[in-house]
């Protein structure tokens, strides 16, 4: 006999607006308090042309927190004036992440396939180094999300949980965490421990929620809805709280199935299966 799964209330939701992609910033902060979702993490493209600190305000004037901006990084480049071009763009990130109240910026931390993944690395460390002190003065964190290795060619260089503790500890600023996402990281064998040895770091700010798909047809934009794939969210949830995170499970779902159907009928079905897979 199974045993009934817990169902979750929705105080610890958070959702990505490029989740519901199709949605303005309006759209969606109005449609997500309206379902009771409690948190929000903006992404950048539904910014523009929009006063930022406005869009602050109607967040939280509908009774939603601003849970992170998304997203920084794209630190590495074979050639130095890209380099040059990122540090601009991520101080604009942080520039933003400030008006808008958002506390964390997410790092998509960047490759460059000209070079080898050890000098990206590198350039990753050397680029939140630079950014570190504006970051801090406008009061915002960064944290490392490490992706899926197969992404190690052109979007991140830090593919493992290990990896970004290890840089956390050799930056060692409060300022600076790590974002773990089921998606990147339910792989790893060494997923548990890594989570724990985060946690103990005092370097776990952000947790990403999505399923992954057998098979994927897309290896960017056909991310599964909680309970759709082989992800173990529920015993992965349950590592990373028992290091004392109490923050918000964030659903991040890319999906060109999802962003075709109405939107208003998928976000109640990310309602249906945060409830009963988170
Ligand atoms: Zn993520």
Excluded at 85 to 109: H, M, S, Y
Aim: with cysteine.
């Amino acid at each position: 006999m199974t045993m009934p799964r817990q169902i979750q209330d929705l105080s610890r939701l958070c959702i990505h607006t490029i989740t519901t992609k199709p949605w303005s910033i309006e759209e969606a902060i109005d449609r997500y308090a309206e379902a009771g979702v409690k948190g929000i993490t903006v992404w950048r493209d539904t910014l523009e042309g929009r006063d930022v600190s406005e869009i602050g305000d109607r967040v939280r004037s509908n009774g939603l927190e601003i849970v992170s901006l998304c997203r920084g990084g794209f630190f590495p480049s074979s050639d130095s004036q890209e380099r040059s071009k990122a540090l601009d763009d991520n101080r604009e990130a942080i520039t933003e992440a400030q008006a808008l109240g958002a506390p964390l910026i997410v790092l998509v931390c960047g490759a460059d396939p000209h070079q080898p993944l050890s000098e990206s690395r590198k350039q990753i460390r050397d680029g939140i180094e630079s950014v570190l002190p504006e970051a801090e003065a406008a009061g915002v964190k960064l944290a490392i999300e490490p992706l899926h290795p197969m992404y190690a060619d052109t979007r991140s260089a830090v593919n493992t949980l290990q990896q970004a503790n290890d840089m956390c500890v050799q930056i060692d600023s409060p300022w600076v965490g790590v974002a773990l996402d089921v998606y990147h990281l339910w792989w790893d064998p060494n997923l548990e421990s890594e989570t724990k040895r985060c946690g103990e770091l005092g370097k776990l700010f952000a947790f990403h929620v999505c399923d992954w798909k057998s098979p994927t047809e897309d290896m960017l934009l056909d991310r599964g809805l909680m309970g759709e794939g082989c992800i173990p969210i529920r015993e992965i949830r349950g590592w990373v709280e028992s290091t004392g995170f109490s923050g918000y499970s964030e659903v991040e779902i890319f999906s060109n199935r999802y962003w075709e159907i109405d939107q208003d009928h998928f976000l109640k079905q990310i309602i249906e299966a945060y409830k009963r897979n988170v």
